[in-house]
């Protein structure tokens, strides 16, 4: 059963109240609806040839007494399947030649490039990196981009190097957050060489301004706004003028916690030095989702990994990924509470699957978070990045959540510590009004104040994919709007991925692309996706490259590569494979991305492109050998050699012996009877078309 831990010594509304745990709940059920809900999941190994495990997953909630309970996941094994290769994939020069790409060209002494904020309305895109801030055109990152440069004070980086910092070019301004202010200025900080600096940045009204300046004189303190080493990960958001920050807020970075400050409000963090709230904490994602149309109810979501508090070895993982809240209008409480989270709660993520023997593969280390909104803006969709990292398994996997489901588990039962072995068991005892977790002056609080609790259970995953850095799009096909992920790899390239629907009880991973995105390979360490300019923005420690989301001609000149293809940015307009732009006018676009069938979407372009076939002739002297290669442009095809001489073609079977590789076949010792037409039959997706015609010449020459 999913159910919160519950630790003593909480506050409950504006008193202090000494292990409460002990009353029992009054009540009784009144019965169970139980309603399934099945999804998919999978991952991916990192092992050569690894293999993909799929796995059922059926959610169960179940109503009692008014109040729903999330029961854990049940996951079934169904199968073993080799990863699908990327249809298409492309070189950095092969990228650079198709003219859907651009690095960022201009060169200056800095590292550690992150996007940290995206501006739509005036199509700029703003970056941080050593000592630099740079503001870029988001229709053309080489146009005239507006650079600060922003280093630590020679003074500061001698001070950082006496403390022994340094060895590794730490001491220098960093720069970790950048965030609107208002419509004319930003906010921005930096590590400072080891001290935290902050100020603000004018930008003018317009793009078209090109104002981009740091305000003379005006230095803050940078202290729970960014943390003071450049290694240590840090999130914030500015909202209303109020800083929310995850941030390590000491110079040995032992003293973690998630902040509010600025904004004319007192400042209120977590407990200092109580692993119980937080034990060594990796911040990941920060983000404001509303609970409901009463604006009290508003909280804060942030998504990080911590050690285990948990010792006791064997199977429990020592890092574990987290989800926590706290209410937006929560000023703190009282005595011991004072300036510190009275609505704090955290549950944890669990990401895993079963695989046929019954072993349980679970992916505990958070390390990405992508929140996509829906329609309903208090119901997005919770897409988690997760690794392990074990002696015989090493592998990552995305799970996407529900808010839904999220917000059911910090609603449900909490836990606690008890019996001999000290383990969590469900609590049943008496819950205190107002509910640990809840907001003052919200639906169900109006006017109280509520207290720190903790909660830890398992929300139910959707579905899980492979990736390292990642960003998702939603896309209007011709058949439906799709999820398309971009996954940032720790090789440098960017690989394109759509789910489908495989049949009424699974999906299917399907990698439309794979492309190398920076000259030099580095790891991936943001990225940004604009749907309104259908771009995505990569960075790494080197540099930035801007990448269109769709290069359509890559999949082929013929009506059936492009419906192969799948991809649900491209359609065949009778001529070409090229971007396709939902209309409410008629239009002939061939495109099928649930089926990828081009013998209904593609009649009469394909026997035209049977026609255009050309031969190429291959002269062999008998007794020797000749090779005829035959490669499919995608990878995802199968191959099957026919052999022509009179009539009917037929499946090659030369007694001679043939040697099949995955670029082509060698034909051994030639004789008279090999002379002839050799097809090349390629088969995707249950279609079936010749992609290449051999003519072995008949007169072969005889040694002398």
């Known amino acids: 059963m999913v159910y919160q831990e519950v630790w003593p010594n909480a506050a409950v509304g504006q008193q202090e109240r000494e292990g409460w745990v002990g009353a029992e709940q009054k009540g009784e059920d009144s019965g169970a609806d139980l309603s399934p809900n099945t999804c998919t999941c999978f991952f991916w190994s990192r092992k050569k040839n690894s293999k993909i495990l799929w796995a059922t997953c059926m959610t169960v909630t179940m109503t009692a007494s008014g109040a729903q309970l999330l029961l854990l996941a049940l996951c079934v094994y169904r199968g073993w399947g080799l990863q699908s290769p990327p249809r298409v994939r492309l070189s950095f020069k092969e990228l650079m030649d198709t003219r859907a790409a651009r690095p960022f060209s201009f060169t200056f002494n800095t590292s550690d490039y992150r996007i940290l ?274 002696s015989v398994f090493k592998g990552s996997a995305v799970c996407v959540y529900s808010m839904a489901d999220i917000r059911n588990v910090f609603n449900g039962p909490f836990a606690h510590k008890h019996g001999h072995n000290y383990q969590w068991t469900e609590y049943t005892g008496k819950i205190p009004y107002p509910r640990p977790g809840t907001c003052p002056g919200g639906t169900f609080t109006p006017g109280i104040t509520s207290s720190k609790n903790f909660s830890d259970e398992a929300v139910n995953f959707i579905s899980g994919l492979s990736l390292h850095r990642f960003g998702v799009d939603q896309v209007d096909a011709v058949d439906g709007r799709y999820e398309v992920l971009f996954l940032g790899t720790d090789r440098g390239t960017v690989q394109k991925v759509i789910v489908l629907p495989k049949d009424p009880t699974s999906m299917e991973e399907l990698t439309l692309e794979e492309v190398e995105v920076f000259r030099s390979r580095a790891p991936v360490k943001t990225m940004k996706i604009s749907s309104k300019r259908q771009q995505l923005y990569v960075s790494s420690d080197a540099g930035l490259t801007q990448v269109s989301l769709h290069r359509c001609g890559v999949y082929g000149r013929a009506c059936s590569d492009c419906c192969l293809a799948r991809d649900p940015y491209c359609a065949w307009d009778g001529e070409s494979c090229s971007a396709f732009t939902p209309s409410t006018k008629r239009r002939s676009r061939r495109q099928d991305v649930k089926h990828g069938d081009p013998l209904r979407q593609c009649r009469g372009f394909n026997a035209k492109v049977e026609k255009r076939l050309k031969e190429t002739v291959q002269f062999g002297v008998e007794g020797s050998s000749t090779f005829l290669e035959c490669q499919p442009r995608s990878p995802q095809a199968t191959v099957k050699w026919l052999f022509q001489r009179e009539g009917k073609r037929k499946v090659l079977n030369r007694a001679g012996g043939v040697l099949k590789t995955n670029h082509g076949i060698l034909l051994k010792s030639l004789n008279q009877s090999d002379a002839g037409l050799y097809h090349c039959l390629a088969t995707e997706n249950n279609f079936k078309h010749t992609w290449l015609v051999w003519r072995c010449a008949s007169s072969i020459e005889t040694l002398s």
């Open 117 to 390: 904020h995206m501006d739509q309305d005036q199509g700029r895109l703003y970056l941080g990196s050593r000592e630099y801030l740079v503001a870029l055109d988001m229709h053309n990152v080489n146009k005239e981009p507006l650079i600060i440069h922003w280093p630590a004070s020679a003074k500061r980086k001698g001070e950082c190097q006496m403390t022994g910092k340094g060895r590794q070019g730490e001491c220098a301004n960093f720069v970790r957050l950048i965030e609107p202010w208002n419509r004319t200025h930003l906010y921005t900080c930096g590590t400072g060489a080891y001290q935290p600096i902050c100020t603000f940045i004018s930008r003018g009204w317009r793009a078209e301004d090109y104002l981009f300046r740091l305000v003379p004189g005006y230095v803050d303190s940078g202290k729970g706004k960014c943390s003071y080493d450049p290694k240590q990960e840090s999130v914030a958001v500015l909202i209303n003028s109020n800083l929310y920050a995850g941030v390590h807020i000491d110079f040995m970075s032992t003293d973690a916690a998630l902040f509010r400050t600025m904004g004319g409000r007192a400042a209120i963090r977590t407990e200092q030095y109580d692993s119980r709230w937080l034990n060594e904490p990796v911040f990941i994602q920060i983000q404001q989702i509303p609970d409901s149309a009463e604006k009290n109810d508003d909280k804060l979501y942030f998504f990080f990994r911590e050690k285990s508090l948990d010792t006791t070895g064997g199977a429990s993982p020592t890092v574990l990924a987290r989800v926590g809240r706290v209410c937006m209008n929560d000023e703190g409480g009282q005595k011991s509470l004072v300036n510190r989270w009275t609505t704090f709660l955290k549950a944890r993520l669990i990401c895993s699957v079963i695989g046929a023997d019954g072993v349980e593969t679970r992916f505990d280390e958070l390390r990405d978070v992508f929140i996509q909104p829906t329609q309903d803006e208090r119901n997005p969709m919770v897409y988690a990045l997760f690794t392990t990292a074990g």
